[in-house]
């Protein structure tokens, strides 16, 4: 039986292979090791798109700025959900927010398992 760990409400890692795997569909990622989001299917979209002006005249609009960045979504390639949602800078690269230190993961799941 493999051992996964759920790290966030639809990623976990197993702990066997050492990969990332979506906790709905069990669809693997990529290896624990990378960034999970350079496993996924993504997707960019203008800010407008998800916040349209509420004013079409004057100076205030109520959304964001030109050039200000774009939403940076993330899905599983097996069932389409969403993992993670990001405003960032056009162009810049997935952020690496998880990063997992394996072995030591690994060393305390042992510890608590039985003998």
């Known amino acids: 039986m493999t051992q996964r760990l759920r790290i966030t409400e639809y990623l976990d890692v197993d702990l066997d292979a050492e990969q990332w795997c979506c906790h709905a569909c069990d669809h693997v990622l990529i290896g624990a090791a990378e960034n999970y989001k350079r496993g996924c299917l993504v997707t960019e979209r203008d ?68 003998a």
């Open 47 to 114: 800010p407008k798109e998800i916040y349209p002006p509420i004013f079409t005249e004057g100076q205030w609009t109520l959304t964001t700025v030109d050039g200000y960045g774009v939403f940076v979504e993330y899905y599983c390639p097996g069932c389409g959900v969403c993992f993670e949602i990001e405003h960032l800078p056009e162009g810049f690269p997935p952020p690496f927010d998880i990063q997992l230190d394996i072995p030591a993961i690994k060393a305390r799941v042992a510890e608590r398992q039985p």
